[in-house]
């Protein structure tokens, strides 16, 4: 039962432009949404996060795009700088979920220099 | 900055052995977990812990499994009888109210 899904396995994008990363959600009582990276080797580290009561939010480069009507959440990276080449993971709570985060399969970002 | 830490990185074990994974969580944090991934798969939520008690577990979570708290620092996951099909990176957690998870970096258990 995929209720997060990430659909692009991989994406590959020039240092410099955008990178944008989607995720889509079936289970409509998710009302917390979060960004993890994931270098190999590494734990899942926090990048950003948007309550489902905002439709957008921006932290330096990152900026988390939610469209609750489509429940589709995108992540936009711009600058994309080469150490930004990891996993990139979405994230869904819902508060009748308690703390428990389901977590997408991940899209694997490549930035060439 | 803080931080989770697994110990060990790596574990080999024979099937139907036991396993029991270390975590010491941030120092201040109240809710612990554990996910895993197997290869190639998503993370998966296993078990959340406060208050030194489950507080939730999934049906991965079976009767195998168990936790601990045995002092003030370390969080520690148990597998009785080991299966093949454990075999994935176990993931600590930690947070000390907010959404946002700490991660610890994994211990990769094989199983043989």
């Known amino acids: 039962d995929q209720q997060v899904k990430q659909n692009s396995p991989s994406l590959s994008v020039q240092e410099g432009r955008i990178s944008i990363l989607n995720c889509d959600y079936t289970?409509?009582?998710?009302?917390?949404f979060l960004w993890y990276k994931k270098y190999p080797a590494e734990g899942p580290t926090f990048l950003i996060s948007?309550?489902?009561?905002?439709d957008k939010n921006e932290d330096g480069r990152f900026t988390v795009f939610l469209n609750k009507s489509a429940k589709h959440l995108s992540l936009h990276i711009v600058p994309s700088q080469p150490g930004d080449s990891a996993v990139y993971f979405c994230?869904?709570?819902?508060?009748?979920?308690?703390?428990?985060?389901?977590f997408g399969t991940g899209t694997r970002l490549a930035v060439r220099p | 900055e803080p931080e989770v830490t697994q110990t060990p990185s790596h574990q080999v074990t024979q099937m139907g052995q036991e396993v029991i994974l270390r975590c010491v969580p941030i120092?201040?944090?109240?809710?612990f977990y554990w996910y895993r991934q197997i290869l190639g798969q998503k993370v998966e939520f296993l078990v959340s812990?406060?208050?030194?008690?489950?507080?939730?577990k999934s049906e991965i979570f079976d009767d195998q499994f168990s936790v601990e708290r045995p002092d003030g620092s370390n969080f520690t996951l148990k597998i009785r009888s080991t299966k093949l099909e454990d075999s994935a990176m176990y993931f600590c957690?930690?947070?000390?109210?907010?959404?946002?998870?700490?991660f610890g970096s994994g211990t990769q258990l094989s199983v043989l």
């Open positions: 957690a930690s947070h000390g109210g907010g959404e946002k998870l700490f």
């Open positions: 289970n409509s009582m998710f009302d917390y």
């Open positions: 994230a869904a709570s819902s508060e009748s979920s308690g703390d428990k985060l389901t």
């Open positions: 120092s201040n944090h109240l809710y």
């Open positions: 948007i309550s489902s009561i905002k």
């Open positions: 812990f406060y208050n030194n008690e489950i507080s939730e």
